[in-house]
Structures are given as structure tokens and as C-alpha cells.
């Protein structure tokens, strides 16, 4: 059983940026796939981007390309967004997911995949 705790969400003037950690506990996330999705309010909660268990690979949704970039430290057994030009549609709630697979691929893009989350934290972007 795996344990992930969110942090690093608040309010940021759009154009800023933020760090949002992921970490977890339990076990060793080092053959882990890790995605984070975001949920906004009244809306489904959608993917924003996965890495593979060695973090060579990555993909993102194009609202977010070029301007995210995920990372993952296993000996920390931490997963990190580093979100930068924020715009006010990033306001959501974003949740850290993981499963247990060494897989790679469109799956890994869709919430169905994962078998662990995390509680979430919130980040709002002003205008």
C-alpha cells in the first residue's frame, strides 16, 4: 500500500509559478508509474501529465506543454510539477496518482490506470 501526500498548492498571480511535491510512503515508488491530474470546480478531474517508473519518459496535456515539467526523485520516493506561466484556467485542485507498473503509454494518461491518489491540494491562479 502506497501513501501520497500532496503539497505546495496556493495563490499565484497569474505568470507565476508554483512547485507541487508529491510524496510517498509505505513503500518504494522507484518501479511506480506517477501522473498528476486536476480537478476544477463543478468539472471531471482530467490528466495533466504522467512519468514512466525511471523518468524517461513523459507526457503531457497540451494546455500545459511548455509550460509544466514533471521529475521524479525515487531515492526521495517524491514526484514534483514545476508550473510555471500560470493562467487562471490551472485554478483546480491537483491530485498526485501512482500504480505499480513498469508500463508506459496512452493508458498511462487516464485516471482508470492508477491505483493510488493522494488528497489533493489546491492551487488558484488570479487574473
Known amino acids: 500500500q502506497v501513501q501520497l501526500v500532496e503539497s505546495g498548492g496556493g495563490l499565484v498571480q497569474a505568470g507565476g509559478s508554483l512547485r507541487l511535491s508529491c510524496a510517498a510512503s509505505g513503500r518504494s515508488i522507484s518501479s511506480y508509474a506517477m501522473g498528476w491530474f486536476r480537478q476544477a470546480p463543478g468539472k471531471e478531474r482530467v490528466f495533466v501529465v504522467a512519468?514512466?517508473?525511471?523518468?524517461?519518459?513523459?507526457g503531457y496535456a497540451d494546455s500545459v506543454k511548455g509550460r509544466f515539467t514533471i521529475s521524479r526523485d525515487n531515492a526521495k520516493s517524491t514526484v514534483y510539477l514545476q508550473m510555471n506561466s500560470l493562467k487562471p484556467e490551472d485554478t483546480a485542485v491537483y491530485y498526485c496518482?501512482?500504480?505499480?507498473?513498469?508500463?508506459?503509454?496512452?493508458?498511462?494518461?487516464?485516471?482508470?490506470?492508477?491505483?493510488?491518489w493522494g488528497q489533493g491540494t489546491q492551487v488558484t491562479v488570479s487574473s
Open positions: 512519468i514512466r517508473w525511471s523518468g524517461g519518459n513523459t
Open positions: 496518482e501512482a500504480k505499480d507498473s513498469l508500463y508506459y503509454g496512452s493508458s498511462s494518461w487516464t485516471e482508470a490506470f492508477y491505483d493510488y
